[in-house]
């Protein structure tokens, strides 16, 4: 069994930072793919990043503020989000999936087998 346990959330003005950790436990090393989404108050979970292997993928709103990375010895992958905008505000949810790295952009969510608790992200005007 994996549990993911994000942190780093919080209540930041526009134009802030804000770096995402996602922590994972138990058989990490099935994980080769793992990835960000988001969900904002009445609207549908959205992706935002992923990484599968060496090759990352990020949604068009978020590319070139956002980057994904992985720290294998630690066990976890980061979202580093900078020139945060107000519509960025949402739930963030890592996600993970086992198996072999995919080589199809895995902006699904039904694509992922583990999900964390979330953490709350909050960009003021």
């Known amino acids: 069994q994996v549990q993911l346990v994000e942190s780093g959330g919080g209540l930041v003005q526009a134009g802030s930072s804000l770096r995402l950790s996602c922590a994972a436990s138990g058989r990490t090393f099935v994980l080769n793919t793992m990835g960000w989404f988001r969900q904002a108050p009445g609207k549908e979970r959205e992706f935002v990043a992923s990484?599968?292997?060496?090759?990352?993928y990020y949604a068009d709103s978020v590319k070139g503020r956002f980057t994904i990375s992985r720290d294998n010895a630690r066990n976890t992958v980061y979202l580093q989000m900078n020139s945060l905008k107000p519509e960025d505000t949402a739930v963030y949810y890592c996600?993970?999936?086992?198996?072999?790295?995919?080589?199809?952009?895995?902006?699904?969510?039904?694509?992922?087998?583990?999900w964390g608790q979330g953490t709350q992200v909050t960009v003021s005007s």
């Open positions: 990484r599968s292997g060496s090759s990352t």
């Open positions: 996600a993970a999936k086992r198996g072999a790295v995919t080589t199809v952009v895995p902006s699904n969510s039904a694509y992922y087998d583990y």
